[in-house]
């Protein structure tokens, strides 16, 4: 790199601090006159980084927002945290993001120099969360992997191991990873069963692209999220539950992730709640942490649950005292 090319590098990665930069204090440390200065700020400018300068004592330059994001320069501590941030979001999906953050990893490591993956891969195989809610954890190596073969339509294999424990080996076509609360399922065509499946990406490993490009096949549905719940939900054991919560529609919402159809406002602090669900277990755990007075409708087994709940919970707090023979 010419010292002219190293010497703008170095003034971006300066400008994208976010403050305002005297002339002569960039000039000093890029150990050139302030006309040097102002032709590279010049040439960043027509790179498309929109430099702005004010003028005046308290004047200088500044890096603002403009109608496109230019890249940027980042150093090896920050790639570090970047990486490792996007990271925790793949492998604890958070509402909103999570999808975002597996394409952004992608992309990231897919650039990243050896010496930084090494530290990436060392602080995350040294780091564990405290907050996975029982959930199996989730390799963001192979999210990353079933991303890129998403993004280029490229046939993968990996391993499956079925509920039963059954191992498979699989050829699929890719086309959409679904986050649902803490885990993470792949909508593929399955070249093997000839069909659209559903695969639980804590149940994958060993995944390999084969290189092989092909045509992007027509999902079953056009909301990737709504037919992995249909599939999930007609290939398991469900409750339809219905209650009372003394909490506002919005804010219920907000907390369990629910569509909007799921809730009707009864007044601006109650709404009534209709919904599908899994286990006694979860429904009974998604309800109690709310926090708020409710009352189940249905089903009648949860209200059955949640009684026998009260009265484990009820006893371990000393409330009620066993009677001995």
Request: charged letters at 25%.
């Amino acid at each position: 790199m010419n010292t002219a090319s190293a010497r703008l590098l170095r003034l971006l990665s300066l400008l994208q601090t976010p403050r305002e930069w005297p002339g002569t204090e960039l000039a000093e440390r890029l150990e050139v006159s302030p006309r040097t200065v102002r032709r590279d700020v010049d040439r960043l400018r027509d790179l498309g980084y929109p430099v702005q300068a004010t003028m005046g004592t308290t004047g200088g330059y500044r890096l603002v927002a403009g109608k496109a994001m230019p890249p940027l320069l980042l150093d090896d501590e920050e790639v570090v945290a970047i990486a490792v941030g996007l990271r925790t979001a793949a492998s604890h999906p958070v509402d909103g993001i999570e999808e975002a953050s597996v394409r952004a990893l992608a992309k990231l490591e897919q650039v990243l120099p050896p010496r930084l993956r090494h530290r990436v891969n060392a602080l995350g195989a040294a780091t564990v969360s405290m907050f996975n809610g029982g959930e199996p954890n989730v390799d963001p190596e192979i999210l990353v992997v079933l991303a890129g073969a998403t993004t280029v339509q490229e046939r993968l294999r990996f391993a499956y191991e079925a509920a039963d424990g059954t191992s498979t080996r699989r050829l699929v076509e890719p086309c959409r990873l679904v986050a649902s609360g803490r885990r993470w399922y792949l909508l593929a065509y399955d070249n093997d069963r000839d069909d659209w499946r559903v695969f639980r990406v804590d149940r994958i490993s060993d995944p390999h692209p084969t290189g092989v490009r092909v045509p992007s096949r027509v999902p079953p549905d056009e909301d990737a999220a709504a037919f992995v719940t249909r599939k999930l939900y007609s290939s398991a054991p469900t409750y339809e539950v219905v209650a009372t919560l003394h909490l506002p529609a919005g804010e219920v919402a907000r907390r369990l992730g629910v569509p909007p159809d799921a809730l009707q406002p009864i007044n601006e602090h109650t709404c009534r709640l209709h919904g599908p669900g899994d286990t006694l277990e979860w429904l009974a755990a998604r309800l109690l942490m709310l926090g708020c007075e409710l009352e189940v409708h249905e089903p009648p087994e949860l209200r059955t649950y949640l009684n026998e709940l009260g009265t484990r919970a009820a006893r371990a707090a000393g409330g009620e005292r066993s009677v001995s023979g």
